[in-house]
Structure formats: structure tokens, C-alpha cells
């Protein structure tokens, strides 16, 4: 399956000040991921517009954002609701890491018995915990993405769990 070459990273969720700053919910594995990006994109009529990041604050868990063109709040208030993007090769991986983005398609397989479940649908948050919708010969399963039952990714071989019994089947 073919990589998106773009990620959402951040949900633009209210402005900061007069002077077109925004306030964004970081979508990575954590707000200085975010705040350490030199661009991001938005959507626009299918096209990724790229804006060159100012600067960057932190207001708790919240990324405080000033980008290129954006000098004053009613602009910034026209960008509220909106998803932003980075480029999957300026978001910093760890070894051995992968992104959420590219689990839909992958084969879950038992870590122990080899057996394959089904497949990964798409990525779910229930309860403020990301849980793998997994597509199965007895319908869809979710499955929390916690060490107890999620071993390892393999991104080129797939999701290697350890459920416990009826977890992914009737």
C-alpha cells in the first residue's frame, strides 16, 4: 500500500492574541514534535498549501502557533476547525517506530500461533485510547493498542498481537 506522503499533525482549535496566532491540538506523540516542525500544510480544493511556521509556544498540552501570512485574528479565525499536515519526512521516527497512518491494510497476526485474524480497518479513539478497528471473518472487532495485546508492528509484515480469547473472534 502506497504511503501518504502527507500526515495529519495538529487540529487548529481557537485563535491566541490579535496578531493571528493559533492554538493547535498536536496530533503526534507529543506537543514538542509539533512545535519543533519548521512547516505544515492545510487543504485547500484537494491541495496541501504549505505554511512556513514563525514561531511556536507551548500552553500546556496546547501548541501556540504564528505562520507566515497569518498577522491578525480575524484570518486566524478562518482557519478554526481545520486539520493540519506535515510531510511525513520532516516528523522525526524512533527506530523500530511507525505511524498510525499506515496500520489500515495491515494483516493482524497471533505473536504466538501465527494465525491471522483479519485486518486493520482504520485507527479508533475511544475513551481517550487509540484502539485498532480490525476487520474479521466474524465481523469488527476493536482491539486496544496497549502492550497487553499489541506485541509489536511490523509496517511491511503486520500487526503482531496477543488477545485474549474472543477478543477478535466468535
Known amino acids: 500500500m502506497a504511503k501518504c506522503e502527507y500526515l495529519e499533525c495538529g487540529y487548529i ?32 480544493d484537494g491541495a496541501y498549501v504549505p505554511y512556513r511556521i514563525l514561531e511556536t509556544g507551548r500552553k500546556q498540552e496546547t501548541v501556540l502557533m504564528h505562520l507566515e501570512g497569518i498577522d491578525d485574528m480575524n484570518v486566524a479565525e478562518g482557519l478554526k476547525g481545520q486539520v493540519l499536515y506535515a510531510k511525513r519526512a520532516d516528523i522525526p521516527l524512533a527506530e523500530g517506530g511507525y ?5 489500515p491494510g495491515l ?16 485507527i479508533s479513539f475511544a475513551g481517550g485510547r487509540e484502539m485498532l478497528v480490525v476487520s474479521t471473518a466474524a465481523g469488527e472487532r476493536l482491539l486496544p493498542m496497549v502492550p497487553a495485546f499489541l506485541d509489536h508492528v511490523d509496517v511491511e509484515e503486520g500487526v503482531f498481537v496477543r488477545p485474549i480469547p474472543g477478543l477478535l473472534e466468535d
Open 13 to 44: 482549535h481557537n485563535t491566541h492574541g490579535c496578531h493571528g496566532w493559533i492554538k493547535v491540538e498536536s496530533y503526534c506523540d507529543s506537543p514538542a514534535v509539533l512545535a519543533g516542525l519548521k512547516q505544515v500544510f492545510r487543504r485547500e
Open 99 to 103: 505511524f498510525l497512518a499506515d496500520l
Open 107 to 122: 494483516t493482524v497476526i497471533d505473536t504466538d500461533s501465527g494465525k491471522q485474524y483479519g485486518k486493520v480497518k482504520e
